[in-house]
């Protein structure tokens, strides 16, 4: 191309080029949300189920994940119209799912959890991570 002066191809080759690397933008956090989601749904049973070292590990990795992401979203420069759209409602269904395994967990668990409860508490952490799975999928498809 010839510095400002595009012809009607080059100018429509540099619109599809910006138009994939913008959609491509999206992947990372994509990435992101699917890896905290899928760890959420590790999460809960390891800190509920677990024996003595695990919950300490899992709060400790929890901690350092929590750290990493802060980061990572700091220095992120995605300017996304999907990620805009989908970013205030995931986060918000996400929360307020991690409420639900964190309340019956604490409040609600038996000294000596049965099948049928630990079968809950997985099912509470698999729906605690849905939100950011759906949102991972939704940014990484993103074309």
Request: contains cysteine; aromatic residues 10%; glycine residues 12%.
């Amino acid at each position: 191309m010839t510095g400002d002066h595009f012809t009607p191809d080059e100018a429509l080759q540099e619109i599809g080029r910006v138009g994939q690397r913008v959609g491509s933008s999206s992947r990372g956090p994509g990435r992101a949300y699917l890896f905290v989601g899928l760890a959420t749904m590790v999460y809960w049973p390891a800190m509920f189920l677990g024996g003595y070292p695990l919950p300490l590990l899992a709060g400790a990795g929890w901690i350092v994940l929590t750290v990493a992401l802060c980061v990572y979203w700091a220095r992120l420069r995605v300017h996304n119209r999907l990620l805009k759209r989908i970013n205030g409602p995931v986060s918000a269904a996400y929360v307020v799912t991690m409420m639900v395994p964190f309340v019956v967990g604490v409040w609600l668990r038996p000294d000596r959890p049965t099948a049928g409860w630990t079968a809950v508490l997985v099912a509470l952490s698999v729906l605690a991570g849905l939100p950011l799975v759906y949102g991972g999928l939704r940014l990484m498809r993103n074309r």
